[in-house]
């Protein structure tokens, strides 16, 4: 079972960039976008007469910002669109799909780079999604959280962590945020099957960062370690183009 997730930068942009090729190449069982950046009544065309999928739209309340989607080829036993703080939700930046083995989360987590205040929603915002993790496991359920995190974990995780140090996405906060949520028990997957650096899933637009590999790793599957033995892998596909970020990826052992 194959599991992917892609921050799009605007879903009708990545159509028109052969979005619905990649699709159909890599045959995922399940997608996760984030930064998808329309309302429902905006989906392209390709989209919906896109077949074989179930498709779930969380869209933010603001045009064109945010918003998340989840195309699976099985249908969920429950799909949940709210985090329960309703300045959290408002922004669409969660679906939450339940099946047999797991629940996976697709997330798009804040950005924290314009202002103090956007940055305490940023850590509020994480604080929420590790209390929803721990009633998932607490309930006996194993969690998958796939989506664009928004922090580069350790230096190896971005190409110049000195001199963004004290940038948002690399500030020791945001980055403890992480060391929590593993001491919580959750697992990055990647780094289980991958520790070499230079692996990354977004590059600025400017400065020529992506033919450079000046990038971040900031888009993850965290899951429960109880989960871990059923992931066969963990993949970044770097030289998949049509947004800033690349797709990421796991394999489970089965269906």
């Known amino acids: 079972m194959k599991i992917i997730s892609w921050n799009v930068n605007g ?31 905006q989906i392209p065309i ?4 896109l077949e074989g999928y179930y498709k779930y739209w969380n869209s933010a309340e603001r045009k064109g910002y ?6 699976s080829k099985t249908e969920p036993i429950k799909v949940s669109y709210d985090m329960g703080i309703e300045r959290f939700d408002k922004e669409g ?11 996976l989360i697709n997330c798009y987590f804040p950005n924290g780079q314009k202002d103090d205040e956007r940055l305490q929603y940023k850590l509020d915002f994480y604080d929420r999604m590790l209390e929803i993790m721990d ?33 948002s996405g690399f500030l020791p906060i945001e980055r403890a945020w992480i060391d929590k949520l ?10 289980e099957f991958v520790q070499e650096p230079h692996q990354y899933s977004w590059w600025s637009y400017r400065f ?11 888009d993850y599957f965290f899951v429960n370690k109880d989960f871990m033995p059923q992931v066969k892998d ?8 049509g947004s800033d970020h690349c797709p990421i990826g796991i394999e489970l052992c089965g269906k």
Request: charged share 30%.
């Open 11 to 41: 879903l009708r942009a990545a159509v028109k960039k052969d979005f619905i090729g990649y699709l159909k190449t890599e045959n995922p069982d399940i997608i996760g976008l984030q930064e998808t950046k329309l309302q429902e009544e």
């Open 46 to 49: 390709e989209i919906l007469e």
């Open 66 to 71: 945010s918003g998340v989607a989840i195309f």
């Open 93 to 103: 930046r969660f679906i939450l799909t339940e099946f047999d083995n797991f629940q």
């Open 135 to 167: 009633e998932i496991v607490k309930s006996g359920k194993n969690v998958i959280v796939c989506g664009d995190y928004n922090t580069a974990h350790k230096e190896i995780d971005l190409k110049n962590p000195v001199p963004n140090s004290k940038v």
């Open 182 to 191: 593993i001491d919580h028990g959750y697992v990055d997957t990647f780094r």
């Open 208 to 218: 020529n960062a992506r033919k450079n590999n000046a990038g971040w790793r900031i």
């Open 234 to 241: 963990a993949f970044i596909q770097q030289d998949v183009l």
